[in-house]
C-alpha cells in the first residue's frame, strides 16, 4: 500500500464542501451561528445524517505548508523554520537556503518567499533511508499539492457541542473546535500586502502554519498511539476469528517446487483450523450443503447385505432430517472436529425410524458410488472448505511480529 498526500482542493470539490466564515460559535441566544462551526445551516440538525457526513473548509487566504510536508522538510533543514516564522532573512543559493541580510537582492522570509522559492530548493540524499524517503516524496509532489490555502473541518456530530457539560459559563466541546476558531481569526486578519518582509503579516501566517501542525498532532494522537482511537476501538477488541499454529516446513515428494500441491505464493491451512478462520461461513455452508441433499426426501434406502455388491436396498422414513442441522447443532459438529482427531473421521448419520416406530440412526451414503465407503464428517468438512476458500484470503504475522507477511 501507498500512502499518498491528501488533496484537499479536490476533496472540497467533490464533496461540495460548505466554507465556514465566522469564528464566533453562537449567537446571544446560545444558538450556533449560521456560518459558524455548530452551523445547523451548514452542517445539518442534530442528530442528522448530514450532520455525521458533511466537511466543512476554511479558506486559509494564502499558502502553507502541508503538515507532513512541513514535519518532512523542517527535519532535514532547520532553517526552514526560521524562514518561516519570519526571524531570519534568507536566499537561495545552488539549492541551499542561505542567510542573508535585510535589503539583499533575490532575499526574503516568510511562507510566501518559500512558496516563490520552492522548485529552486535542493535536498541532498544521504546513506539514512528515512531522509531519503522523505527527499523521494517531496521531489513527486507538484508545489501545490505541497502547500495548501484550505484547511478541511470535521462533521460537527464528532466534535459537537455538549450543553449537558456547561461549567461556569462555558460549554463543553472537543478541543479541536478553538483550533479552528483560531484559524479563522488569523486568516481573517491577513491582508493582500505581497511584501516579504512585512512582519505582522509573517507572524500571522506563521501562527497559521503552527495551527495546521497542531490539528495534525491532535488528529495523529487520536486515532493512533497507545490512547488514540484505533487502539481503543479497534486494536483493543479481541479478535473473533483467529488461530496460532506452529510453523513447519511442508514435505517435498516432488522433484519441483511447481509440482507441490500447495503452490509457492500460498500456504496451507489445517481444516481445523480454517473452520476457526471462517466459522459463520462453515456454519452457513454446511447447513446449505446438507438441505441440498436432503430437501424434500422422505425415505432413505441402504444395502439389504452390506457384504454383497448387489442393488437390493432396504428403505426407511426420514424423521425430519433437517431438524439434525440446525445452525447449533452444526456448531456442535464443527466443535468435535477442532478438538477431537479421533472423531474426524466419524461417520454422518441420519436419524431414521424403524417398523417399530422407534428412532435410529443409519450412514447418509452421500458420494457412495465414488467414495467406496461411507460418507463422513471430514469429507463435509472438506467439502464446505473447497467452497468457502475459493474467493478468500488469509492473514499471517509471525510472532514476535518483526515484520509481516500476506
Excluded at 452457513?284 to 450443503?289: D, G, I, L, P, T
Excluded at 441433499?293 to 441402504?302: E, H, S
Aim: some cysteine; proline content about 4%.
Amino acid at each position: 500500500m501507498k500512502a499518498d498526500i491528501f488533496d484537499i482542493e479536490k476533496f472540497i470539490e467533490i464533496n461540495d464542501c460548505p466554507q465556514v466564515t465566522n469564528p464566533v460559535m453562537f449567537d446571544q441566544g446560545s444558538q450556533p451561528t449560521p456560518d459558524g462551526l455548530f452551523s445547523y445551516e451548514l452542517f445539518g440538525t442534530p442528530s442528522s445524517y448530514d450532520r455525521k457526513t458533511i466537511f466543512g473548509y476554511i479558506d486559509l487566504n494564502n499558502k502553507f505548508l502541508h503538515p507532513v510536508v512541513y514535519r518532512a522538510v523542517t527535519s532535514m533543514n532547520r532553517k526552514i523554520k526560521d524562514l518561516i516564522a519570519g526571524k531570519k532573512m534568507f536566499k537561495v543559493e545552488d539549492g541551499e537556503l542561505v542567510e542573508a541580510e535585510e535589503g539583499e537582492p533575490q532575499s526574503g522570509t516568510g511562507i510566501k518567499f518559500l512558496y516563490t522559492k520552492w522548485y529552486s530548493l535542493n535536498f541532498e540524499k544521504s546513506e539514512s533511508a528515512k531522509r531519503n524517503a522523505k527527499i523521494e516524496m517531496i521531489e513527486e509532489l507538484k508545489r501545490d499539492e505541497a502547500f495548501i490555502s484550505s484547511h478541511l473541518v470535521l462533521p460537527a456530530f464528532y466534535r459537537d457541542v455538549n450543553m449537558s457539560q456547561e461549567d461556569f459559563g462555558r460549554i463543553g466541546m472537543d478541543e479541536i473546535n478553538s483550533m479552528y476558531a483560531r484559524l479563522l481569526n488569523y486568516s481573517s486578519s491577513l491582508d493582500d500586502n505581497n511584501s516579504f518582509f512585512d512582519y505582522p503579516n509573517n507572524s500571522t501566517k506563521n501562527r497559521i502554519q503552527q495551527t495546521i501542525n497542531e490539528i495534525y498532532d491532535y488528529m495523529l494522537n487520536t486515532l493512533g498511539k497507545k490512547k488514540g482511537y484505533i487502539k481503543d476501538k479497534l486494536m483493543s477488541k479481541s479478535i473473533d476469528h483467529a488461530t496460532s499454529s506452529v510453523i513447519s516446513a511442508s514435505n517435498y515428494s516432488t522433484e519441483s517446487w511447481e509440482d507441490q500441491e500447495t503452490l509457492f505464493r500460498y500456504t496451507g491451512v489445517p481444516l481445523a483450523q480454517l473452520i476457526v478462520l471462517f466459522r459463520p461461513f462453515f456454519v452457513r455452508e454446511v447447513k446449505n450443503f446438507m438441505e441440498g441433499m436432503l430437501q424434500g426426501k422422505t425415505q432413505i434406502g441402504v444395502p439389504a447385505n452390506k457384504e454383497e455388491d448387489n442393488d437390493e436396498k432396504v428403505f426407511y422414513e426420514l424423521d425430519n432430517p433437517l431438524k439434525q442441522f440446525t445452525p447449533k447443532k452444526i456448531k456442535k459438529m464443527l466443535d468435535l472436529f477442532i478438538e477431537s482427531p479421533n472423531k474426524r473421521f466419524s461417520r454422518i448419520k441420519l436419524n431414521i425410524l424403524n417398523d417399530d416406530g422407534e428412532e435410529k440412526e443409519i450412514p447418509t451414503r452421500f458420494y457412495h458410488n465414488n467414495l467406496g465407503r461411507d460418507f463422513t464428517l471430514t469429507d463435509l468438512i472438506y467439502i464446505a472448505a473447497k467452497r468457502i476458500v475459493k474467493d478468500k484470503h488469509v492473514y499471517l504475522t509471525r510472532f514476535p511480529v518483526n515484520n509481516i507477511a500476506v
